[in-house]
């Protein structure tokens, strides 16, 4: 079968056989069996024709394409939730409960937590008691993204109302040594709860509700990973966060 690709592209730039054979250092024979007989070449001597001819080496010869081998699922990956909803509240307090270093939480409100567990401050205020560095970063209510946010999820200005409610849901914590709370104004793909080297991320789709779409449990595995670049994210927007005053 010809490669007829191959053939377009060394007419249109004036190449034979011969010529093209020259430049890549080939046998103007090996040529003329890529063209008429359809022969593909080792990818070193394809990549060299290809940017003689000045084409792309897999649209001559798509066979050099190799598919990715499909990874097996992360060892960093604990669990994968269809839906926020379907996640008992208690698991994001056991994890909570658990953390010894540090606790970190990025979203934009997250109400649920406190309304379906009112003795959520006391957890954190332990937490910070027994040492924990406790960091809540909270959406800026009054901030471009966030009421962006909210016409997207069909929220209209509900979604800054529920941002203010966090912030007052989570404001007596700042009397607390270890706790801090800043607000942002980030575009927030992923909400993120971190508890030491675990972490729940729950993804933001475009038109759905946080409690619709789907979260992650992850587990910190080394260096870099999904956890590390989550962890990063959320060092990110904390530095541009504003600290938020007592009171």
């Excluded at 960091?135 to 979604?159: C, M, T, W, Y």
Aim: hydrophobic share 40%; aromatic share 8%.
């Amino acid at each position: 079968m010809q490669n007829e690709r191959l053939r377009a592209a060394m007419s249109a730039g004036g190449w034979t056989h011969a010529s093209l054979a020259a430049k890549v250092e080939v046998d103007p024979k090996s040529v003329e069996r890529w063209v008429n007989l359809g022969r593909t070449p080792r990818l070193s001597t394809a990549a060299r024709a290809a940017e003689a001819i000045g084409e792309d080496v897999f649209t001559l010869w798509p066979k050099l394409r190799q598919p990715r081998a499909a990874r097996a699922v992360s060892p960093e990956l604990i669990t994968l939730y269809d839906k926020r909803a379907d996640l008992p509240v208690s698991t994001f307090i056991d994890l909570f409960v658990q953390a010894r270093e540090e606790i970190s939480i990025l979203v934009y409100a997250a109400v649920f937590l406190h309304e379906a567990y009112p003795r959520l401050n006391d957890l954190l205020a332990e937490r910070a008691a027994e040492g924990c560095t406790v960091r809540i970063a909270l959406g800026d209510a009054d901030s471009p993204n966030v009421k962006q946010r909210g016409a997207e999820e069909k929220f209209g200005h509900g979604i800054e109302s529920r941002c203010r409610l966090a912030l007052m849901h989570y404001r007596p914590l700042l009397r607390f040594p270890g706790i801090e709370i800043r607000t942002h104004g980030t575009t927030l793909y992923n909400s993120i709860y971190r508890a030491d080297d675990q972490m729940l991320v729950n993804a933001h789709v475009w038109g759905m509700n946080a409690y619709a779409a789907p979260v992650w449990h992850l587990r910190g595995i080394g260096e870099g990973g999904m956890f590390g670049g989550y962890a990063e994210s959320f060092e990110q927007v904390w530095r541009t966060a504003n600290p938020v005053q007592e009171g």
